[in-house]
Nanobody, 119 residues
């Protein structure tokens, strides 16, 4: 089992920045690909960013490329999502997740953190 706890969400204005954190505990953190996902009201959950276990390879949704950066600190068992130039359409509950494969299903999920961007 892997336990994931997100933090760092909040209410910001258009153009502001936020950094989300996700602390992992349980099994070996470096065994897992980590991802950030989001779900806005009335919409399906979508992938935002993913990072390989060694942190070398990252992948982003087109909607966040150039604005968001995913990173991980394996010594701290933590994954981050730096979000810059936030837009109202970024408003959603953000979840971190852990999986074995970048493009496979993710096995463990956090409880989510709300990000609200006002116009």
């Amino acid at each position: 089992q892997v336990q994931l706890v997100e933090s760092g969400g909040g209410l910001v204005q258009t153009g502001d920045s936020l950094r989300l954190s996700c602390a992992a505990s349980g099994r070996t953190f470096t065994d897992y690909v980590m991802g950030w996902f989001r779900q806005a009201p009335g919409k399906e959950r979508e992938s935002v960013a993913r990072i390989t276990p060694n942190g070398v390879n990252t992948f982003y949704a087109d909607s966040v490329k150039g604005r968001f950066t995913i990173s991980r600190d394996n010594a701290k068992n933590t994954v981050y999502l730096q979000m810059n130039s936030l837009k109202p359409e970024d408003t959603a509950v953000y979840y971190c997740a852990a999986g074995r494969f970048v493009w496979g299903s993710y096995d463990y999920w956090g409880q989510g953190t709300q990000v609200t961007v006002s116009s």
